[in-house]
């Protein structure tokens, strides 16, 4: 089965690369402008960088916020990337946006870095296993661009793959089922990232299986 | 701990790689996706192509190799050169693009920095400044370095920040393709007073460059294009000379770091 990955644009940034990483990773992708994109795919990412407040309005003015938050609240497959990540929490710091609130907590400036915007490589280290690093050495360096991070609740803290630390710790992987964010850029870190995509388009592989043995 | 970026620079004209020096006497050095993948699988931990022609007519030719490059090497690409509007900067970012540099749109609209932050994030948006030494200070250089304006790089450089400005990209116009090594005074001026990563350009001949960009300059991450082009030095070894010298950098296929 080759998954169909729809990846969100809503007019932000370069889709190029994730598009490319993905489809090296033996997956269908189709770029989704709304939400009539979902109904053949397996799986949705929701890539982007920038702020929260102006990515939340074009989502919303292309009817796609509910359709996202159905998708997750379904637990079906899902990567956020960066600003795709921080959109799950509940809101953003960044301009006081409220986001899709599918996780506890809000998102924080990275008021301790020594450096602002966080740009460049740093270090992904894990608190648990997980497969969507099968094959990557734990501290393996990924690249980041961002000056925000989602911060969950202490009551959803369990949600915590992976941090970084960049003056101080922050949230760089989260996971529960199948819902998956990453605040780095795989699409951007060489060969760990695209063997980083590659593991999500097998998960998405084996929840499509799953999925096909419940219904027969 | 962030690591020290090593970013090779491709000056691109008419969709070819050149490179001159004090931004004149162009010499052709090869195809801009092709270089860029070998620099991806050696270590580079970043790119930035400069379109030095950047007539408007050639918009079509840059996209391309944006999108070329983007689909072949999965590093952070930063492009910059004649981008003069917030439409022109989202065809550049749409086409594979992570990064915008601004520089003599920026400095004739500082406008344009802000729209640009408010629309794509600060994060996207690099100025550019193109500095010649001027006594103890800095003047700014427009248009490649040919035009001489009325601002201080310093107070430009804090200007930009505050106009959104995510990342700087500070080319020395005395020591570019001299071999001279980078200009830290400048650099160390312009790291004390902002707190965005800087990027240090212009001036370098060997691995003891980068480390001093770094520590003497306080730069982030350090640019240069004909040393890498011409194999004079490989980013293996520039990363060995700066790991060496206890800077973080990342390690590159076949080399610790």
New interface residues.
Partial sequence: MTPRIAVVDY???????IE??LTASSADVVIARDAGAFESADAVVVPG???AA?AMERLQTAGLVEPIVEWITADRPFLGVC?GLQLLFETSDEDGARTFGVLEGRTQRLDRA??????????VERRRSHPLFDGIADGA?F?F???YAGTPTTEDDDVVLAET??GGRFVSAVARGNLLGVQF?P?????D??RLLANFVALVRTAGRATADMAS | MLRRRVIPCLDVADGRVVKGTRFVDLVDEGDPPELAERYAREGADELVFLDITAAPERRGTLLDIVERTARRAFIPLTVGGGVRSVDEMRDVLRAGADKVSLNTAAVAEPGLVSACARRFGSQAVVVAIDALRDGAAWTVYVKGGREATSLDAVAWAERAVDLGAGELLVTSIDRDGTGLGFDTGLLRAITDRVSVPVIASGGAAGPDDFVAAVRDGGADAVLAASIFHRRIHSIASVKAAMAAAGLPVRATTGVAA
């Fill in positions: 007019g932000a940034g370069n889709l190029v690369s490319q990483g960088v920038g702020a102006p600003l020594p450096t602002l915007p966080h740009i460049g490589w740093n270090q360096d690249y661009v961002h000056s630390e960049h850029h699409e951007r870190s060489g060969d990232g695209l």
